[in-house]
């Protein structure tokens, strides 16, 4: 059965250091779609509204094309876009036979994304403006708490700190894991 992994969070959450720190067994023979590695791909610029709207169109055209091959895909995204969008990506992966599963990286709070996000961009990263983080985190946080229930298996992951910790894990309908009733960013639907 193949596999359809979002990996989501809002920006500076650390989705794609998560991605790289994971065992290169674990992600041998998927496909890595990141819209802003595409925007760097194409020679874009994050400052460009223009660059990250055919970033993301590029990023949905790889994904469609990974579907219609029956690819094992890691889609990286804050999962702050609409709802309906989103909901729509997961129906058409179940429709064609996928597994799909949520890895959620999370931080206690906009201003630590924020920081992050600052020193990506001294080092030459791609950068993404205040507003849009403070946005992104409180519909991110909406759409998991909406959007839970779609996905066969979910972690989620708390990166507030040094080190990154599971906290929560979901299989199908049996909770593996919860101890996120201490960590303020989590929804309070998992803390049950």
């Not at 994904?63 to 091959?69: I, R, V, Y």
């Not at 129906?91 to 890895?103: F, N, P, Q, T």
């Not at 959007?147 to 066969?152: G, K, P, R, V």
């Amino acid at each position: 059965m193949p596999q359809y992994i979002l990996l989501a969070g809002v920006n500076g959450s650390g989705k794609s250091t998560y991605y790289r720190m994971t065992d290169d067994k674990k992600r041998e023979g998927y496909i890595y779609i990141n819209a802003d590695n595409i925007e760097r791909e194409l020679g874009g610029n994050w400052h460009s509204d223009r660059d990250n709207f055919i970033a993301m169109r590029e990023a949905l055209r790889r994904l469609n094309m990974a579907f219609d091959n029956g690819c094992d895909i890691v889609h990286e995204t804050t999962l702050a876009s609409s709802r309906k969008g989103t909901k729509k990506l997961i129906d058409k992966a179940k429709s064609r036979g996928y597994e799909v599963k949520l890895v959620y990286v999370g931080v206690n709070s906009p201003e630590l994304a924020i920081a992050r996000i600052a020193r990506r961009v001294e080092k030459g990263g791609h950068g993404v403006s205040t507003d849009l983080v403070y946005q992104r985190y409180i519909r991110s946080l909406d759409r998991l708490s909406q959007l839970e229930s779609e996905f066969d298996y979910v972690e989620l992951w708390d990166n507030s700190g040094l080190t990154s910790n599971v906290i929560y894990t979901r299989d199908h309908n049996k909770i593996l894991l919860n101890i996120t009733k201490e960590i303020n960013w989590v929804p309070d639907k998992f803390k049950r």
